[in-house]
C-alpha cells in the first residue's frame, strides 16, 4: 500500500504563502487522482484540492484563486501553493489518493495509508 509523507506546514501570518510537498512511498504515474485533504479538531476531514493524471484540478470553493495543486509524477511528488492565507486555513493537511467514480464529492475510498500531515497554523 503507498504511503504519503506530508511536509512544508508552519506559522505564517496572514497573506503569507506556504508551499506543502507530499512524497509517496510508491509510483504515482498510474493514480488517476490526487488530493489535499484538511482536518481541524472536532470537524470532518475536508477535500481541500485534487488533481487527475491528466492535470484536470479542482477545489473547493474557500480556496479557489488562493491555493494552486500540482503533481511529479517523475518524482512521486504532489504539492499544494498557498497564498494570502487566512486564519480559517490552520488545519492539518493530509495528501491521498481518492478512488471511485465520485472521487472528489464522494469517493469510495483510498489508495493510501493516511500520514501523520502537516500542520498549517495561520495566525499573526
Known amino acids: 500500500q503507498v504511503q504519503f509523507v506530508e511536509s512544508g506546514g508552519g506559522l505564517v501570518q496572514p497573506g503569507g504563502s506556504l508551499r506543502l510537498s507530499c512524497a509517496a512511498s510508491?509510483?504515482?504515474?498510474?493514480?488517476?487522482?490526487m488530493g489535499w485533504y484538511r482536518q481541524v479538531p472536532g470537524k470532518q476531514r475536508e477535500a481541500v484540492a485534487a488533481?487527475?493524471?491528466?492535470?484536470?484540478?479542482v477545489y473547493v470553493d474557500s480556496v479557489k484563486g488562493r491555493f494552486t495543486i500540482s503533481r511529479d509524477n517523475a518524482k512521486n511528488m504532489v504539492y499544494l501553493q498557498m497564498n494570502s492565507l487566512k486564519p480559517e486555513d490552520t488545519a492539518v493537511y493530509y495528501c491521498?489518493?481518492?478512488?471511485?467514480?465520485?472521487?472528489?464529492?464522494?469517493?469510495?475510498?483510498?489508495?493510501?495509508?493516511w500520514g501523520q500531515g502537516t500542520l498549517v497554523t495561520v495566525s499573526s
Open positions: 491521498n489518493a481518492p478512488t471511485g467514480s465520485m472521487w472528489w464529492s464522494g469517493p469510495e475510498g483510498y489508495v493510501g495509508v
Open positions: 510508491g509510483s504515482i504515474s498510474s493514480i488517476f487522482a
Open positions: 488533481i487527475t493524471k491528466g492535470g484536470s484540478t
